[in-house]
Every structure is written in structure tokens, then in C-alpha cells.
């Protein structure tokens, strides 16, 4: 199955009566049933791929049994799971449904989602985070599933417009051993609506010093209020920022605003 087509009740109505020729007063089936059981049921052992980016009619719930999952976005701060027989939704966490899907290979998530995992990603070879802010919580739980996810090739930072700016964030960046060991198959890292905070140029640093096998890494800057000045200084700290593997390659792209 590759294509799902929802269509409206009294159109599926009339579908079931045609197809019930041969035994009348056959019953179609709900909306529910389609969009949730039969669905479940059919997408169980065949789904690969799962995007649940900005698609607030799906729930999640309906997906931790496809055991097969490969690929997955999940970008939604509503998504949670409803207990049979209960009224009461409770968020479904990272480490749960990384349970549910031992195949995963590419993880892409939102900072909602972010949370520190229990054990090793030993499939997880490319993961993005959206909405990134670069507050405390949300740093650690980064560093940690990096640290946890010892096979990622590819990882990809996209920031928020907001940016925390705290001492003590400077402070834990900062911090010697951070890393607790090197991204040793790390070769890919983008940066998008990259803003040149010291936050951001620290997060940097600690990728570039601990990819002993990084081949490029790829930073755009924020499209919105695009100061020439302002990237120029940025990207001279970029190129002053150190490698562990020194033929690493730096691109800095600069976005003009299109306002």
C-alpha cells in the first residue's frame, strides 16, 4: 500500500452499498475504524517512512506498532496517546517509541521532543533538530543523544528565531570533555538560520574539535535582518574556529533578507 485516500462519509456510504449488492444492509465502516484501527492494522509490519510534521489530524499512537519504521519526523507538540477506556492523553516520549521502532535509522525531531534516551541508537546514521533555541535543557539533551547515537554520519541544527543567551549556557559550552568521547563517523553537519551568537559559534567548536572524521560542515545564516557587517565578523570566526581533522571542510552562506 503507497497511497492512502481519505474520502467523505456519504461517498464511502455509497461505495459499501455497491460493493454489498450481493448482501444487503452491509454496514460501512466508521471514520474511526478507518482512520484508526483498520489503518493501524494494515500499516503495522509496511510502513517505512512517517512524517508527522505540521499533520495535527494523525496521532502518533497509531504508529508504535510499525516495527519497520526507518524514518520518521516528528514535529508535532500536541501528538500523545489516549489509554483505552481513559479521557486523559499522555505525551508519548522519545524513548518510547525509539522502543517501538528498533529499525530506526533517520530521526528527525523537533526541541519538544528532545529528551535524553535510555541506551545506545545503534541504527540512528542521520537525525535533524527543528526550533533549536540553544537553552541548558535543551543543549544536554542534544549532546546526549549525539553521544548516544554512536553510528551518526549526518546531523543537521535548525535554530529558532529565539535565542537564549545566558551565562551559564556559555559556561556548560565551554566546559573541558563535554563531548566525553569523539563523533568518530560524524562527516555531515548543516546549521540553518544560523544567527553568529556565541551559543551557536560554541556548539560549533565542540562538533569541529571532536569530528575526527568530519568532511564538511554547512552553515546558513538567517535570512532576516541580513547586516553585511555583522556576517562578515561572523564568518572570520568561523575560520579561526579549530578541526580535529584539519582538511574539514567550512562553508558559510550568508542569506539576504528578502524583505
Known sequence: MKLLTFID???????????????????????YEISGPILKSKLTTILRVL??????????????????????????????????????DQRISLTKFLSCWPKISELNLDGYFLETPK???????SS???????????????LCLLRSSINLC????????RMFMGR???????????????????????????QGWEPELLFVKLLLANGHSMESMYIQNYGKGYNPVICLDTSIQLMRVPRALSKAEMIYQPCCSLE
Do not use: W
Open 128 to 142: 535533524s533538530f527543528y526550533d533549536i533555541c540553544y537553552d541548558l535543557d535543551e543543549l544536554a539533551r542534544i
Open 154 to 161: 549526518k546531523l543537521a541544527i535548525h535554530g529558532s528565531q
Open 51 to 88: 512524517d508527522l510534521i505540521d499533520n495535527g489530524e494523525l496521532e502518533l499512537s497509531y504508529y508504535m506498532n510499525c516495527c519497520g519504521l526507518e524514518h520518521a519526523n516528528i514535529g508535532q507538540p500536541e501528538l500523545c496517546e489516549r489509554k483505552h477506556g481513559s479521557q486523559h
Open 119 to 125: 541506551g545506545v541508537l545503534l541504527l540512528v546514521k
Open 168 to 194: 551559564e549556557i556559555i559556561d556548560y559550552l565551554g566546559e573541558p570533555g563535554l563531548m566525553k568521547q569523539s563523533k568518530n563517523k560524524l562527516r555531515s553537519v548543516k546549521m540553518i538560520n544560523f
Open 9 to 31: 462519509k456519504n461517498s464511502r456510504q455509497r461505495m459499501c452499498e455497491a460493493i454489498g449488492v450481493y448482501g444487503p444492509g452491509l454496514k460501512a465502516p466508521t471514520p
